[in-house]
Structure formats: C-alpha cells, structure tokens
C-alpha cells in the first residue's frame, strides 16, 4: 500500500484499533495475559478490554511493538508505510522530517518496526545457493589517536575486506529466492559451517563461495562449488553476484541514507534489508501481511533501548521449527 492508501483507509484512531484486532483475535477477544475467552469490551474506553477470569484490563497493543506508546496509531501507521516502501531503507531523520515528530520519536518508533521484521523461523534455502561475507563500517579518521597505547580503528589498519577492522556480516542467498544475513564475529570454519546448516537444506543444494580458506569445511557437508576471485569473477553458473549484488545495495543504503551506523544496532539495520529484499516478490498486500506479524512479537525495545542485547534478539538460539518458504 501507499501512503495515500493508507491515510485514506486508516485515518482514525478507531479504524486503526479495529484492525488489529481483526488480525489478532478475529471474531473472539481473548485476554492478552491469560488467554481467556471471557472477556468484555470496557463502556468508559472502547479500546479497551477486560477479562472476567484475570480481572485485568487490556487492549490490543499489549505484547506488540505497539504497547505502551503514546504516538497515534495513524501515525504508526503513515511511518511503517514509509519503511516498507523505502527499498534501500529510511533513516530516522527522514521519518522525522516526513512525520514532524521529533527525532527520539522517529528513531525509536523505526526501531520497534524493524524488530517485528525478525523472522524467528528457520530457512531452507535450495538449488543454487550463494554464501559470502561483507565487512561494514566506515573508513578511519586520521587523527584518532589510540588511548592507554591500545590500538584503535584508525590505527590498526584502513584496508578493505579481510584483514580490516570492519564489522563482518555473512550473507546466504538462494538465486531468485530470499537471503539470509548475520553478524559473525570470527569467520571461522566452525561458525561458517553452522550458520549454513542452519539456514541450507544441504541435500538439495549446491552451494557457491569464493576461495576463501574457511569454506573449505564445507566440501564434507554439501556439493561446494569455488570460484577464484584472483583468476575470475564468473565460470557459467558458478559464480557469487548475486549475493555481491546484495551487498551493494546493503552498502549503498548505508552511505546514502543512514551515513552511520552503530555497530550495537546493525543487526536491526541488517534486518529491514534482508526483509524488504525477501518481499521483493510478494503479491499481496505487504502492509497488512507485516501488521500480522506486529501484532504477534513481544516489545523488544524498552524506554529508547532494547530489553537485551541486540543480538539475542535477531539471532535467538532456538527457532521455529517451521521452515520459512
């Protein structure tokens, strides 16, 4: 949907209110703590419910990214569409331009929007799979000087790729189908290997990665196909573009909408891009099919932070057992 779709369709508070329930409950309201049935819609505050067997009042925002907030809902609604159509991401000073909200507001509303695109199911990727590894972060500034003699950025190296001080993120992507990212510290065989396990149906794929010396543990597990970046970018369908191309757009929304990015929250960033790029095809309505999902996560973000560290809460250590078509 557009924003004009949406301004039109949800411009009330009400309106706004109503759907979520829709999407939550469908015809019965069950309590938010208890699950019970027995409930019944307040007369003093019609957004509001109470449950006859907790004796606790609730309404629909409670244990979505929408509890708690004071921000209207047909607002939320305005900025969500404004993400979702952003193909190479907004950053929080746009929102708060567009929205005339202040900059606390826009950064922390974005926030809670990119932790509802967390998908909390495991992948299967299959056929032609690509796997390769970026390093994010931007170039060291010169006069930085190291403190207590320990080095620092700016001095321990300016090279590009492998060997920098940059963040490295390792990306899975299916030719023609959805893209996997996450920030692994150590790209060690052991971590590369499991990150592939867990999101490659290694029976049915053939997987593709340049010559780096870690991916050599992957020959025992899965049809591994190499391609030597030093003598070739390409030989027929063994090559990694498609998952090189990704990662342009990955860099290029960093340097031409956000310019910066904290290391502590890339994992959020890192998750709208794999989102926005995994709906490329979608033929529905993305917005609405997006408020479902918001509307069954847990309130991540708590008082302008995030209830725990950032990575348990886009990398949990057990998943869905549900595979993510």
Same mark, same amino acid.
């Given at each position: 949907?557009?924003?004009?779709?949406?301004?039109?369709?949800?411009?009330? %508070?009400?309106?706004? $209110?109503?759907?979520?329930?829709?999407?939550?409950?469908?015809?019965?309201? =069950?309590? =938010?703590?208890?699950?019970?049935?027995?409930?019944?819609?307040?007369?003093?505050?019609?957004?509001?419910?109470?449950?006859?067997?907790?004796?606790?009042?609730?309404?629909?925002?409670?244990?979505?990214?929408? %509890?708690?907030?004071?921000?209207?809902?047909?607002?939320?609604?305005?900025?969500?569409?404004?993400?979702?159509?952003?193909?190479?991401?907004? @950053?929080?000073?746009?929102?708060?331009?567009?929205?005339?909200?202040?900059?606390? =507001?826009?950064?922390?509303?974005?926030?809670? !929007?990119?932790?509802?695109?967390?998908?909390?199911?495991?992948?299967?990727?299959?056929?032609?799979?690509?796997?390769?590894?970026?390093?994010?972060?931007?170039?060291? /500034?010169?006069?930085?000087?190291? !403190?207590?003699?320990?080095?620092?950025?700016?001095?321990?190296?300016?090279?590009?790729?492998?060997?920098?001080?940059?963040?490295?993120?390792?990306?899975?992507?299916?030719?023609?189908?959805?893209?996997? #990212?996450?920030?692994? %510290?150590?790209?060690?065989?052991?971590? #590369?290997?499991?990150?592939?396990?867990?999101?490659?149906? =290694?029976?049915?794929?053939?997987?593709?990665?340049?010559?780096?010396? @870690?991916?050599?543990?992957?020959?025992?597990?899965?049809?591994?196909?190499?391609?030597?970046?030093?003598?070739? *970018? @390409?030989?027929?369908?063994?090559?990694?573009?498609?998952?090189?191309?990704?990662?342009?757009?990955?860099?290029? @929304?960093?340097?031409?909408?956000?310019?910066?990015?904290?290391? +502590?929250?890339?994992?959020?960033?890192?998750?709208?891009?794999?989102?926005?790029?995994?709906? /490329?095809? *979608?033929?529905?309505?993305?917005?609405?099919?997006?408020? +479902?999902?918001?509307?069954?996560?847990? +309130?991540?973000? $708590?008082?302008?932070?995030?209830?725990?560290?950032? +990575?348990?809460?886009?990398?949990?250590?057990?998943?869905?057992?549900?595979?993510?078509?």
């Amino acid at each position: 949907m557009n924003i004009k779709q949406i301004q039109k369709k949800y411009n009330t %508070e009400a309106k706004c $209110l109503s759907f979520l329930e829709k999407l939550r409950w469908g015809k019965a309201v =069950t309590c =938010t703590y208890c699950s019970s049935a027995n409930t019944k819609r307040l007369k003093s505050e019609p957004q509001r419910h109470h449950c006859n067997t907790c004796q606790r009042n609730f309404s629909v925002k409670v244990g979505t990214i929408f %509890e708690g907030t004071r921000y209207p809902l047909t607002d939320w609604f305005l900025l969500i569409g404004m993400m979702l159509n952003a193909k190479r991401g907004i @950053s929080a000073k746009q929102l708060q331009r567009n929205m005339g909200c202040t900059y606390k =507001t826009a950064w922390y509303t974005a926030m809670r !929007v990119r932790s509802a695109m967390i998908d909390d199911c495991r992948y299967a990727l299959q056929n032609i799979v690509e796997m390769d590894e970026a390093y994010v972060g931007g170039k060291p /500034r010169k006069g930085n000087k190291p !403190v207590d003699n320990e080095p620092n950025i700016s001095t321990v190296t300016n090279k590009r790729g492998r060997g920098t001080a940059k963040t490295p993120v390792v990306g899975i992507v299916e030719r023609n189908g959805k893209v996997v #990212l996450k920030v692994i %510290e150590k790209l060690t065989s052991r971590n #590369l290997l499991a990150m592939l396990k867990e999101n490659v149906d =290694t029976k049915n794929a053939i997987v593709v990665t340049d010559e780096f010396k @870690s991916y050599k543990a992957f020959d025992k597990q899965v049809e591994h196909l190499v391609i030597n970046h030093k003598k070739q *970018f @390409s030989k027929g369908v063994v090559h990694t573009n498609t998952i090189e191309g990704f990662w342009s757009i990955v860099k290029n @929304s960093i340097k031409g909408q956000y310019v910066a990015l904290s290391k +502590k929250y890339l994992p959020l960033y890192l998750v709208q891009a794999q989102y926005i790029y995994n709906s /490329r095809n *979608f033929t529905g309505n993305l917005f609405e099919e997006y408020l +479902k999902q918001a509307v069954s996560d847990e +309130k991540e973000m $708590l008082y302008y932070k995030p209830a725990r560290s950032v +990575k348990s809460i886009v990398y949990p250590k057990k998943r869905k057992e549900s595979v993510c078509s």
